[in-house]
């Protein structure tokens, strides 16, 4: 075979590039060019979005899972899925919502003492520092039920979910400060803001209620500060898209709405639809807000009112103050972005053919004067449109969302209608490029396009509809995420992928680089406090205690054994699991279940997690860890005996095996061959610089650790062997073997780990 397609590969290179022959490239790259039918412009974008083997991202993008009510992290330009974060949705391989910790947190997103298991996830957005995303936290809102998530970057996993008191549904959130002083969140669909109020629609202008919210975040703790934040009260304009000031409109945030028409349907009465009343008029209201004034006016006790227990600035305070303002603009806009500068706002008209650039410093000037077109129905000072803005552009049928490219000036617009991205200048006021996409664009994200430093590089266009680009899967499609390159002046098209987990709305993106997440706790940690977990065990601290009806075991985990290996229990106890890993290497995960207790625990490194359940029916239920941690994984197992009440056990021993002297001595034998195995390794490691490779470190600790639990076993093995009890010296001979096994996986993991990443000989 070897010898029939032994031939020299042609060096081709259609797209100009030399490629070496190596081993495996029995084809040419023409070869398979041809094969599948690869085009010039195939190859190039193929070339630019690949990630070799081993190799990874430049960019990691956080996008919102849409109904899923989670969050997908996938790379740039290999738009590879690296993880979906459970975050208002039970995530079981994370064990989130199926462990009593993230149990807790889920909890936080209660309404009226209900839990609410999903949520309709819109807008990411990362912690700022000076206006650049700084790679530490990551916020995410759910429209259909008012809530705000926090989640940590350290370990990406969610910590706090926070429930707005005042509103009944919310969109524009999350967006972020500069500094992540606070985290914007608008309603959209206007209600009384007292909470389990029934208001006839009829009394819509007076009685309902729109608004922005402004969560406090505490950096240091990384938590949301509930009685810190502070929201204002709003016309009943649906408000939606929000985005703060930066640089010199630091200080300032905007809001923009739809439906300030405040039009009540009812088809049923004979009343035209909602759509048609809420998008008659020509311009509606974008919000303008000086958050910082309201910021230190509440700080210091003043200006708001209690509603629900939350603080609120009524309209008139705010009127009164100076802390809002509206500005017409058209018509029925959807997106507000702010350009990195801070010196304009971009809105796109949705049902308008242009982008409006509005100048901050006109905005101000305008304030400052005293200068108004009128006021609004509540008495909001309204700025004349021409009196605020920059420049408009035609840019195409339904524009929506804006991002900024690293050039100056440029930005891209999505056109929901066109299912275009406009690429254009807003200084000057000229469209410059646009690419089609596939379909219907929402959003659309360019790397840290919305900070005050964007990365420029990659667009991706968040698709609303992929209709024919995959294969088919049923009538419901996945989206498409479509990757553009924007690094030349003309776009190009890179790549496609399948959005498979509802509909993502926003993704930001952040150079990877920024990013510096953990690979262990220390050991005994509540992933979900940052605290010590108070019901961590050591090794050999395991232990089980029962008192009356409540069994409460503090075990460990560490390959391939649960500590205890047996739980007894009568009918009716309720039992809490305490489980730690004690592991220290990277990856090494234990996952944990009970059969039929609905009940899974992902522990990785370091994490302590608690189970707790009733067992409520007797019986034998195996318990095993549930991530394949090594060669004795199916072994890492253990059983929860549920007796009958009154139930006495009857004495009847174990089966036994029927080990002879020979199986004794083989065992014995393999001991003494794996031990020569493991004194090479360590003479390796402890040859190179192994110090210098935090990885390794942990891995050698964690391989000494093993070998450390089989000491006094050979004493035992061979007692038992004196007295001619060949099942007790073999299996505890075993047992030492069991230790060295997982010993040698770890040693050679290290060993490999150092050759990889170039550890040097170090002089003896
Ligand atoms: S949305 S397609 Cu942000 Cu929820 Cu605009
Ligand atoms: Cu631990 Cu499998």
């Known amino acids: 075979m070897r010898g029939m397609i032994k031939r ?318 509206l500005i017409p603009e058209p018509k029925s806009p959807h997106g507000v972005d702010v350009t990195p500068d801070g010196k304009f706002i971009v809105i796109g008209g949705k049902l308008d053919s242009h982008a409006s650039v509005y100048s901050f410093e006109k905005i101000m000037a305008a304030i400052k004067a005293g200068k108004f077109e009128s006021k609004d129905a509540y008495g909001i000072p309204v700025i004349a449109l021409k009196d605020a803005i920059h420049v408009q552009v035609q840019l195409g049928l339904g524009p929506l969302h804006s991002q900024f490219d690293s050039k100056p000036c440029v930005v891209y617009t999505s056109l929901y209608v066109d299912s275009q991205v406009a690429k254009w200048d807003y200084c000057e006021g000229k469209v410059l490029d646009k690419i089609s996409v596939h379909y219907n664009i929402g959003h659309l994200m360019t790397m840290e396009g919305d900070t005050s430093k964007p990365a420029g590089k990659y667009l991706v266009a968040l698709n609303k509809l992929s209709i024919d680009r995959f294969n088919p899967v049923g009538p419901l499609h996945p989206q498409n995420h479509q990757l553009i390159d924007i690094s030349n002046s003309k776009m190009q098209l890179l790549y496609d992928m399948p959005f498979p987990l509802g509909e993502p709305h926003y993704t930001v993106a952040i150079d990877a680089k920024k990013l510096k997440p953990g690979v262990r706790y220390k050991v005994g940690t509540d992933s979900r406090t940052d605290k010590p977990h108070p019901s961590a065990a050591k090794a050999g601290e395991e232990r089980i205690v029962k008192k009356g009806n409540k069994v409460e075991v503090f075990g460990t985990l560490i390959r391939s054994h649960i500590t205890p290996e047996k739980i007894d229990a009568e009918v009716g106890d309720e039992v809490t699991i305490h489980l730690t890993n004690l592991e220290r290497a990277q990856d090494e995960t234990h996952g944990f279940t009970v059969s039929t207790y609905n009940v899974h625990a992902s522990v990785e490194p370091g994490k302590t997690v608690t189970v707790k359940f009733k067992a409520d029916k007797e019986g034998v239920y195996p318990y095993y860890c549930t991530e394949f941690c090594s060669a004795l994984h199916l072994e890492m197992m253990g059983y929860l005996l549920v007796k009958p009440k009154g139930w006495k056990d009857t004495g009847k021993t174990l089966a036994k095996g029927s080990y002879t002297e020979a199986d004794y001595k083989a065992t014995v034998k393999k001991v003494v061959d794996t031990q020569a195995i493991i004194d090479s390794v360590v003479a390796y490691i402890t040859s190179v610089n192994y110090k210098d490779f935090p990885d390794a470190v942990a891995m050698v600790e964690d391989a000494f650790d093993q070998l450390g639990h089989s000491k006094g076993l050979k004493e035992k093995h061979e007692g038992f062997a004196a007295k001619k009890d060949w099942e007790n010296a073999n299996l505890w001979a075993e047992q030492i073997w069991q230790y060295q096994v997982k010993c040698a996986d770890l040693g050679i993991r290290a060993k490999t780990h150092l050759e990889q990443n170039g550890a040097k000989k170090v002089a003896k």
Request: with cysteine.
């Open 8 to 325: 020299t590969v042609p060096l081709l290179l259609a797209a100009g590039m030399g490629l070496a022959a190596t081993a495996w490239s029995a084809e040419s790259l023409q070869d398979v060019m041809k094969r599948r039918s690869l085009s010039q412009q195939d190859l190039l974008a193929a070339a630019k979005t690949y990630v070799p083997t081993g190799k990874r991202d430049e960019f990691l993008a956080f996008s919102s899972g849409g109904q899923s009510g989670q969050v997908i992290v996938y790379g740039i330009p290999s738009m590879r899925i690296l993880k979906y974060i459970g975050v208002f949705t039970p995530e079981p391989w994370q064990g989130y919502g199926f462990d009593e910790e993230s149990k807790k947190v889920l909890a936080g997103g209660r309404i009226d003492g209900k839990d609410i298991s999903w949520g309709d996830t819109h807008h990411p957005g990362f912690s700022e520092t000076n206006g650049e995303a700084d790679g530490q936290y990551l916020f995410i809102n759910d429209k259909a039920n008012p809530r705000i998530a926090v989640l940590d970057l350290r370990d990406f996993e969610t910590k706090q979910i926070v429930v707005n008191p005042i509103f009944k549904s919310e969109h524009g959130g999350a967006f972020v400060t500069p500094n992540s002083e606070y985290i914007m969140q608008a309603a959209q669909y206007p209600a009384p803001l007292e909470n389990r109020k029934y208001e006839p629609l009829s009394s819509m202008n007076e009685k309902y209620r729109g608004g922005i919210t402004f969560w406090k975040f505490d950096r240091k703790e990384g938590r949301i500060k509930e009685k810190e934040s502070f929201s204002f009260e709003a016309p009943p304009y649906w408000q939606d898209l929000s985005d703060p000031g930066k640089g010199p409109s630091d200080g300032w945030a905007f809001t923009n709405s739809f439906c300030s028409e405040r039009y009540v349907g009812g088809i049923e009465d004979g009343r035209p639809p909602y759509e048609a009343g809420c998008s008659a008029k020509d311009t509606d209201y974008l919000h303008v807000m000086n958050w910082k004034k309201a910021a230190e006016m509440v700080k210091a006790g003043k200006g708001f009112k209690l509603i629900n227990g939350h603080k609120v600035i009524m309209m008139e305070t705010a009127i009164k103050e100076g802390l809002l303002y």
